[in-house]
């Protein structure tokens, strides 16, 4: 029964926790593009004394820059539609503020009581959230440490549980061995 109660104490924890966090959209800092040659070669050229400026010589080109795959990568991101942008951002946040496992990220994104994103827009963000679950794993165990003691098979279990965190038993088995 007191395991029951620890488990009851931990889940409602987390779900406080997690309808806290709510909706909140991460800052978006401008992303500044690289400059072509060319550019870089003119505000050289502009910087250079009078005096330099006569013996500042163009160098050949050796090869053509191609910019078909920066073209398509921006393509490819103007594609991305306005939610599933929004909901790698949700993510991020999340992240940022407690450990969650890909499962319990998912879960939490598609929630009735959560997000109420898409699983298509939540699939979305989590292929292309960067984070290693299994210091996510870690992270979650020493917090259930910090508010009580538990032995290892207890905490990976709690750490595995469907009803818990649902991290997998390989990043469960991290965290435990990665303890301090």
Known sequence: ENMKLKKALICALSIGILAACGNQEAEEKPVEEPKSVEETQTEVKEEAKPEEKEEVKEEPKKEEVKEEPKEEVKKEEEDVP????????????????????????????????????????????????????????????????????MSNQELKDQLMSEYGDKYTEEEAQYAIDNLE
């Open 82 to 149: 306005r939610e599933y942008k929004d909901a790698l951002s949700s993510a991020e946040n999340y992240i940022a503020f407690t450990p969650f496992s890909r499962q319990g990220l998912f879960d939490q994104l598609t929630s009735e009581y959560g997000d109420k994103y898409p699983e298509e827009a939540a699939q979305y963000a989590i292929d292309n959230l960067k984070v290693d679950y299994k210091e996510q794993a870690l992270k979650a165990a020493q917090n259930y440490l910090d508010m009580m003691p």
